[in-house]
């Protein structure tokens, strides 16, 4: 039982660039979710999935698109990589509402981009 | 969006002192949620509250849901070393969302 696992770890672009972070989660949970953080700023909302087949924006969703691939995985893409879009990517996966008795989310290990 | 204020943004303690941190919202939350975050890790769950005015405590840790609904706290009694991290509050806004204070990162100095 690997939890929420992110890939990759670290990745560098150069500005227009484009990249896939990929997230995958094996603890058969519905909702999914990527965060950005940044230093001061703890960690914002980009997108997330509450259940397979639906996504929505959260708080900073410019720049960038998801796909919920199946319950287990979620992809966050940036098109066009912009030096704005350093940051540390958090994928993050939450089982359905009253199923266990502590509403949380389970967070992978990041992805640290930066983009030069 | 959401408002969580956490303070104090750091702080620098000897080990073995007391700790004591909070986060307050705009609005009332049903939930509050309180992580930490290991350098280069994700965050984890700590402790969760889901009534006013309820003590929970894990070990050391100890966080309370304020009354008004509009604030928690986080204390850690007798910091030791490995308490180095930030500590991060939330709760959920919609039936699928979470809002995240702007987190309070903790240095032990042995």
Request: proline share 6%; charged share 15%.
């Amino acid at each position: 039982n690997a939890g929420v696992t992110q890939t990759p770890k670290f990745q560098v672009l150069k500005t227009g660039q484009s990249m896939t972070l990929q997230c995958a989660q094996d603890m058969n949970h519905n909702s999914m979710y990527w965060y950005r953080q940044d230093p001061g700023m703890g960690l914002r909302l980009i997108y997330y999935s509450a259940s397979e087949g639906t996504t929505d924006k959260g708080e900073v969703p410019n720049g960038y698109n998801v796909s919920r691939l199946n319950k287990r995985e979620f992809s966050l893409r940036l098109e066009s990589a912009a030096p704005s879009q350093t940051s540390v990517y958090f994928c993050a996966s939450r089982p359905f509402p009253g199923s266990t008795s502590t509403d949380t989310q389970y967070f992978g290990p990041g992805t640290r981009l930066t983009v030069l | 969006g959401q408002q969580l204020n956490q303070s104090p943004q750091s702080m620098f303690i000897q080990e073995g002192e007391d700790v004591s941190m909070n986060c307050t919202s705009s609005s009332i939350f049903n939930t509050w949620l309180w992580y930490k975050q290991d350098p280069g890790e994700g965050p984890v769950l700590l402790i969760a509250l889901y009534k006013a005015g309820e003590l929970t405590s894990n070990g050391r840790l100890t966080a309370q849901f304020g009354i008004t609904r509009k604030d928690s706290f986080l204390n850690i009694s007798a910091s030791i070393p490995s308490d180095v991290g930030i500590y991060f509050c939330a709760g959920p806004v919609t039936g699928n969302q979470f809002y995240f204070g702007t987190g309070t990162s903790l240095t032990v100095i042995p």
